[in-house]
């Protein structure tokens, strides 16, 4: 497993404008994408083939990124009159005008003494401003973190909010059919990317989360003789049990701080939170009450934890501080509400909502307000937010399907099939990496 390639350093650095253009960092730019209008138009954006070794790879990767944020729209590179742009020279804005690109990005790919040099360039057509002008190397296997480098500035320069391109998900990937499946921890790039597997699938893991470091992974793992917490290092691939408890453990979720784990514990249908510092391995429990209380996840200040109990009858939303008190519902709808997670700035609580028969991945304030179910399906489950908060990646099953990620904006306009192709559950977004 050579995770370890994945946090190579990237050298990014602003670069002056050649050919006479000036710094790199212009003025405010002409064009803006609004993310919190529910009904945005994709902005028309032409990403011609990078120049150099892995020019046409990189450009494609930012393509597919930004065209899979909805809120880009890359254009056709068949209708493109200009050809191989040279990052030191103005484009030729009127031949970009007459496709209606908006937004033009180029780049050159070099290589020097065994490193991958990528400069580019990100133009506003109309108003003939360069936006963005940086440069990032890297050894060339990094090259797709480089373009998802180069996807996040884009993101970033256009909309005004960071990127989420160059991150990873570790989920559940499942095989087999549903009464003997294999469920084996599985990580990829967001783009579903080279995906590794970090177990050997001989015992069942489910919820596994990423630490506020990206470096670590907890999860649950169930065999015939029990349940354990584990903690994953992805850098040395060690794996290390939280210790043994009396009943059943499920549910674990890091601190936003990373020295901390909460988690459920099941004894005689009966379970309650507790919460662990991992420094001196001492457990403390966060609620005793006679029903089932789980899905514990912190806010982004480490001062509350949101989670689901069936105090109230039936499962439903509930904030407490981070030491057990006060505990207080947020949540007061028709329907099962279930796995709670903060979002990354905490303006909201993302779960499942199941209403009947029918499942739904929805939003509502930490107060409880403004509730917006985002999808509808035979079966939604398991959302994790990307590390700008503006999208979420969930877990959908069909009748007799087997479960595969998808994504949703905050929105809920923008819904599709995440990119990994095979069977997956539980995801987790990291936050951006380093």
């Known amino acids: 497993m050579r995770l370890m390639s994945l946090m190579l350093a990237l050298c990014l650095a602003p670069c002056m404008a050649l050919g006479g253009l000036g710094l790199a960092t212009p003025a405010r730019a002409e064009i803006e994408v609004d993310v919190n209008k529910?009904?945005?138009?994709?902005?028309?954006?032409?990403?011609?083939?990078?120049?150099?070794?892995?020019?046409?790879?990189?450009?494609?990767?930012?393509?597919?990124?930004?065209?899979r944020s909805g809120l880009f729209a890359p254009l056709d590179p068949r209708s493109f009159t200009e050809q191989n742009l040279d990052v030191a020279i103005?484009?030729?804005?009127?031949?970009?005008?007459?496709?209606?690109?908006?937004?033009?990005?180029?780049?050159?790919?070099?290589?020097?003494?065994?490193?991958?040099?990528?400069?580019?360039?990100?133009?506003?057509?109309?108003?003939?401003?360069?936006l963005l002008g940086l440069q990032f190397t890297s050894t060339p296997e990094n090259w797709r973190r480089i373009a998802h480098k180069i996807s996040d500035a884009v993101y970033e320069r256009l909309t005004g909010e960071k990127g989420y391109f160059d991150t990873r998900v570790v989920f559940v990937s499942e095989s087999g059919g549903r009464l003997n499946r294999t469920k084996t921890l599985a990580i990829m790039d967001q783009d579903g990317a080279n995906p590794s597997y970090l177990t050997d699938g001989k015992a069942i893991?489910?919820?596994?989360?990423?630490?506020?470091?990206?470096?670590?992974?907890?999860?649950?793992?169930?065999?015939?003789?029990?349940s354990s917490i584990y903690l994953f290092n992805l850098e040395t691939a060690r794996r290390e049990s939280l210790g043994e408890f009396p009943g059943m453990v499920f549910a674990p979720r890091f601190s936003p701080d990373g020295g901390k784990v909460a988690f459920a514990v099941e004894r005689s249908g009966n379970s309650d939170i507790y919460v662990m510092d991992l420094k001196s391995r001492q457990a403390r429990r966060l609620t005793s009450d006679p029903s089932i209380d789980t899905s514990p996840s912190f806010s982004?200040?480490?001062?509350?934890?949101?989670?689901?109990?069936?105090?109230?009858?039936?499962?439903?939303?509930?904030?407490?501080?981070?030491?057990?008190?006060?505990?207080?519902?947020i949540s007061f709808g028709s329907g099962r509400y279930t796995s709670p997670v903060w979002s990354p700035a905490g303006d909201f609580i993302a779960f499942t909502k199941q209403t009947?028969?029918?499942?739904?991945?929805?939003?509502?304030?930490?107060?409880?307000?403004?509730?917006?179910?985002?999808?509808?399906?035979?079966?939604?489950?398991?959302?994790?937010?990307?590390?700008?908060?503006?999208?979420?990646?969930?877990?959908?099953?069909?009748?007799?399907?087997?479960?595969?990620?998808?994504?949703?904006?905050?929105t809920g306009r923008i819904l599709r099939p995440a990119p990994y192709p095979g069977s997956g559950s539980d995801p987790a977004w990291s936050p951006l990496l380093n």
């Not at 005008?97 to 109309?126: C, H, M, P, S, Y």
């Not at 893991?205 to 003789?225: A, D, G, K, Y």
């Open 38 to 67: 529910g009904d945005v138009k994709p902005l028309p954006v032409a990403i011609p083939a990078f120049g150099g070794d892995r020019g046409a790879e990189i450009s494609q990767v930012i393509s597919s990124n930004l065209e």
């Open 90 to 130: 103005q484009p030729q804005f009127p031949l970009w005008k007459t496709i209606n690109a908006q937004a033009l990005v180029n780049g050159q790919v070099t290589v020097e003494g065994g490193r991958l040099r990528v400069d580019f360039r990100l133009w506003d057509v109309f108003s003939e401003q360069q």
């Open 205 to 226: 893991v489910m919820s596994p989360r990423f630490s506020s470091n990206s470096q670590e992974i907890t999860f649950m793992s169930l065999r015939p003789e029990g």
């Open 300 to 329: 982004p200040d480490g001062g509350r934890v949101v989670f689901n109990s069936d105090r109230g009858g039936a499962p439903q939303l509930y904030v407490m501080n981070n030491d057990g008190s006060g505990a207080s519902r």
């Open 356 to 410: 009947g028969n029918t499942f739904h991945i929805g939003v509502m304030r930490p107060d409880g307000s403004d509730e917006r179910l985002l999808t509808t399906s035979y079966l939604d489950d398991s959302p994790t937010w990307a590390p700008n908060g503006r999208v979420l990646m969930f877990s959908r099953e069909t009748p007799g399907g087997p479960p595969r990620l998808w994504t949703v904006d905050v």
